[in-house]
């Protein structure tokens, strides 16, 4: 596994990456090309007890919820990736059951980040980075680097982390996104790291954690954990509403005013994939936020999966 270097080109405007490409059958409205095209939303995993007779009908087999919520979703955060190592025929399982437009995000083994020197991750970097996950090939979207909230910002040794992340596995392109939960990351140093490394830093609106809205490349990593159990889609129409905005602002290469940034400035405008997920908060709610979201966007899913009856 080659270790990562600063410095490598940005994505152009006509260059994206494939899985920015969604075909426009899938869309009601915004046309492939649009920026509302180049934003994907989705959950974390898709195995979840109470979204059965909820998101997924009754009688679906639990084998085909992975089919069905790729046909209702744009993209998946994969979390049991952070928990232990998967197998490479699972990998390739989940990719065979997905349409060809959808896209896995994939959370990085916990004892990469989980350490206090961060620089001696190599070998549980290259243990995740070979577990299988180019399976995936095209699908594959960016890796999510999460780290606890009692880690603090060293820059000499989270430097010496990202140099350990690859750009590539097997012919397959790597993007990487930094879930950073102490308030010490909330600085210019920080940003001018993760810029020098094209590493996106995650959005989130939890109180619990910090927030930062300042882009470092050329995609958006957005992780939406406030949501509520008392409201049927688990943001209110306004909030919905806000974020769709949100979305569209940051695919035109922007970063929206309305939200927390550490250095007030805006970067050069040009096209940005967008990642959403509805991750945590009242979880029963993620599959409605993201479709109620997706709708605003101007998606709708178009092929549906029969459902088949239990014996």
Known sequence: MAARTAGKSAATPDALPASARQPASRRKAGESGTADSLIRVGIGGWTYAPWRDNFYPAGLAQTRELEYASRHLTAIEINSTYHGTQKRTSFAKWRDETPDDFVFSVKASRFATNRRVLAESGESIARFIDSGIAELGPKLGPLVWQFAPTKPFDAEDFEAFLQL???????????????????????????????????????????????????????????????????????????????????????????????????????????????????????????????????????????????????
């Open 165 to 311: 992340l690859p750009d590539s596995v097997e012919g397959v392109k790597l993007r990487h996104v930094l879930e950073v939960r102490h308030d010490s990351f909330m600085s210019p140093e920080y940003l001018k790291l993760a810029r020098k490394y094209k590493a996106a830093t995650v959005y989130t609106d939890s109180p619990k954690f910090p927030s930062m809205a300042d882009l470092t490349t050329d995609f958006v990593y957005a992780r939406l954990m406030d949501s509520s159990e008392k409201l049927a889609t688990g943001y209110g129409p306004k909030a919905l509403d806000a974020w769709a905005q949100h979305a569209r602002t940051w695919a035109a290469g922007k970063a929206p005013a309305e939200l927390e940034q550490v250095e007030d400035k805006q970067p050069v405008a040009k096209r940005r994939e967008v990642f959403i997920f509805f991750i945590n908060g009242a979880k029963e709610r993620a599959p409605a936020a993201a479709q109620a979201l997706l709708s605003r966007l101007g998606w709708e899913p178009q092929e549906q999966v029969p459902v088949k009856k239990r014996p």
